[in-house]
């Protein structure tokens, strides 16, 4: 089944302790990205990837890393989360050329 | 102002009315995604338009490319259609693939 998968569905951390989101798709994907979805603000880019060890910021790169060393995997990390940083994060993927992005179920991330 | 607005922000309706949703964009865009956002959160994606109208299911999205808009709407509505509905743009001067999201207008269908 082609699908894109997020570890974990959900967290509860506390501020300053790294943490890594995964993100993995099955369906040989160029293009990658990460979204964070905050209420009454909607789906906002953070980072997103063209290919391997393609990546570039979004519209709210900071407080985040991502890496693209393999093809099917590119994920989150938060090297000193923050408060505000909880959020639910998405990741999408999808191939070239302006076909439909497959989101992942999202993660809830709770920074206290 | 936000580059994509949505309308309404709430919709409420009896099972099998005829529902609409609108989308206005202020960019220039290379295609505009309908995605569908349920209660458990996870996203499908509906439909992706450059020009036109396409139709699935109960399902129909047009959009007036001079107009910058485009709707969603959806026939004999069912409970099972309560969700939230969200409309994106792809803008064409951004390399990336980029999506712009709209808020989001949430459905609620009773039965």
């Known amino acids: 089944e082609a699908q894109v998968t997020q570890n974990p569905r959900y967290l509860i951390t506390v501020t300053g302790k790294k943490l890594t989101v995964t993100c993995s798709q099955n369906?040989?994907?160029?293009?990658m990205s990460w979204y964070r979805q905050d209420p009454g603000l909607g789906l906002r880019q953070i980072y997103y990837s063209m290919n391997v060890e393609v990546t570039d910021k979004g519209d709210v790169p900071e407080g985040y890393k991502v890496s693209r060393k393999e093809k099917r995997n590119f994920p989150l990390i938060l090297e000193s989360p923050s408060p505000n940083q909880t959020s639910l994060y998405f990741c999408?993927?999808?191939?070239?050329?302006?076909?439909?992005?497959?989101f992942g179920d999202g993660t809830r991330l709770s920074i206290l | 102002k936000n580059e994509v607005e949505q309308s309404p922000q709430n919709l409420t309706a009896q099972e099998g009315e005829f529902i609409t949703i609108n989308c206005s964009y202020s960019v220039g865009i290379s295609a505009l995604h309908w995605l569908q956002q349920h209660p458990g959160g996870g996203i499908v994606s509906l439909f992706m338009l450059s020009s036109g109208k396409k139709k699935h299911g109960r399902l129909i999205a047009t959009i007036n490319i001079q107009e910058k808009h485009s709707s969603l709407h959806i026939t004999a509505s069912h409970p099972r259609d309560s969700a939230v509905y969200i409309c994106?743009?792809?803008?064409?001067?951004?390399?990336?693939?980029?999506?712009?999201f709209g808020t989001g207008t949430r459905l609620t269908i009773i039965p």
């Open positions: 369906m040989n994907h160029e293009y």
């Open positions: 994106a743009v792809r803008n064409p001067n951004f390399g990336n693939e980029k999506l712009t």
């Open positions: 999408a993927s999808s191939s070239r050329g302006y076909q439909p992005q497959h």
